[in-house]
């Protein structure tokens, strides 16, 4: 299939590369940085460009993965080609482009995405929804071509799983971050965390995270939680933090084996 790359960001990146490495044609990268699209196109054997005139009609697809808020903007330049134009997006509804054209649809990566790491694409969870059922079985099998993990997934259902995601991505690297930055308060470094954040990762990967869920506020350990509330007098947001994440886990979570 020949594809045509709106972007040249972290998604991008990965997906061109994915598309190239499955025996597709990249034709273009667009972006307004001239020098982000020759990169990403040299990797990938396209065209860079920068202005949304020389966009080549002469293609399958166009895939925009670009910032969500500059989608809508950026969808009268393809309208008119009469070619499916889909949006990467986890938070955008596909309305946003079928509200320009009829060959609309979404094709969503549910994975965090580094241009300095690898990632195995074969394993990227891909969600699809197309404006009708031409582009529906379009897009699935051009998701296929690139990975093992393919699911129709509708707008108000790929809404609940971009919140999803945050919750189990960005929020819990942020935790992360605070952890690290407790730790080089007191002269440790963050890789003394890092054997126990891969077993919690391990543990769920088999079993529901309510089930494997430990610690002292599963416990309901007020001794424990009560210190480490002291700890942070001085950090009243992390306070609050704790807080109301430990009155959650005894809320909703009455399992595990609390061996931390």
Known sequence: MRITIIGSGNVATHLAAAFKNAGHRIVQVYSRDMQHAAL?????????????????????????????????GFVPHLSTFNKPVVHTSGAVDLQALSDHTKNAGVFYPLQTFSKTKEVN?????????????????????LARSVSNNVYRVNSDQRKVLHLAAVFACNFTNHLYNISEQLLAGSGMGFDMLRPLIAETADKVKE??????????????????????????????????????LSQDIIKNNNTGNGDK
């Open 207 to 244: 079993h529901s995270p309510a089930g494997v869920q430990t610690g002292p506020a599963v416990r309901n350990d007020e001794h424990t939680m009560q210190a480490h509330l002291q700890m942070l007098n001085a950090q009243p947001g992390l306070q609050e933090i704790y807080t109301r």
């Open 121 to 141: 694409f074969r394993e990227v969870p891909l969600c699809i929804e197309g404006a009708d059922e031409s582009i529906s079985k379009t897009l699935e099998e």
């Open 40 to 72: 990403l196109a040299y990797h990938v054997a396209a065209e860079a460009i920068n202005k949304a005139e020389d966009i080549n009609a002469d293609t399958d697809i166009f895939i925009l993965a670009i910032k969500d808020d500059a989608i809508t």
